[in-house]
């Protein structure tokens, strides 16, 4: 009975990781994909999330800019697997001034007072994102604020803004460098 309930638990943490869940409303647009969702001329609601330094970072701040974000957990493989790829495609991105690269973890430190914590403490985070050569920003989650807007049920989920704060495309679970390519050029 103990190694079935190990088992279960297991298949669970699993399924979690790389559950789909369509957390926007549906459009006229669509995906072949069945780990996307895409909305079109939905408002993406403004939040705030800290630096490494803490200070406050709030998506308002890239008003007029296309947004990229990759919610994330440092005990995810299928968050850990595309990070090289990220990264590669950040260093391909960073120079222009129409995008912003993010990403969000949710750290347990009492600081963030997320009630929800999806990662370890920041000093974890942190360290993780070195070991794997993260250079784009890496934030932290304040009191759940990002993860409830976006109504976040798992890692990785990638998130398209456009310039104009219209929400384009949800995409949960692992995405390859090709994708992410098309859907960021898809962009408005």
Same mark, same amino acid.
């Given at each position: 009975m103990k190694?079935?309930?190990?088992?279960?638990?297991?298949?669970?943490?699993?399924?979690?990781?790389?559950?789909?869940?369509?957390?926007?409303?549906?459009?006229?647009e669509s995906s072949s994909d069945s780990s996307s969702s895409t909305v079109s001329q939905s408002s993406a609601l403004d939040f705030t999330v800290k630096d490494a330094d803490g200070n406050d970072v709030n998506l308002a @701040?890239?008003?007029?800019? &296309?947004?990229?974000?990759?919610?994330w957990a440092t005990w995810c493989g299928p968050c850990i697997r595309e990070i090289p790829e990220l990264e590669e495609v950040y260093q391909e991105?960073?120079?222009?001034?129409d995008f912003v690269f993010l990403s969000i973890?949710?750290?347990?430190?009492?600081t963030f007072a997320n009630a929800n914590p999806a990662d370890e403490s920041q000093k974890v985070i942190l360290s993780k994102a070195k070991e794997l050569?993260?250079?784009?920003?890496?934030?932290?989650?304040?009191? @759940?604020?990002?993860?409830? &807007?976006?109504?976040?049920?798992?890692?990785?989920?990638?998130?398209?803004?456009?310039?104009?704060?219209?929400?384009?495309?949800?995409?949960a679970g692992q995405i390859q460098k090709e994708q992410l390519i098309e859907l960021l050029n898809g962009m408005k």
């Open positions: 190694k079935f309930f190990v088992l279960f638990l297991s298949g669970l943490l699993l399924t979690a990781c790389s559950m789909v869940s369509d957390t926007t409303t549906p459009s006229s @701040d890239y008003q007029g800019k &296309k947004v990229y974000i990759n919610f991105y960073k120079d222009k001034d973890t949710s750290p347990n430190d009492a050569g993260i250079t784009y920003p890496v934030l932290f989650d304040t009191k @759940d604020q990002a993860a409830t &807007k976006f109504a976040l049920s798992a890692v990785p989920t990638h998130i398209f803004i456009n310039s104009d704060g219209t929400l384009k495309q949800t995409f």
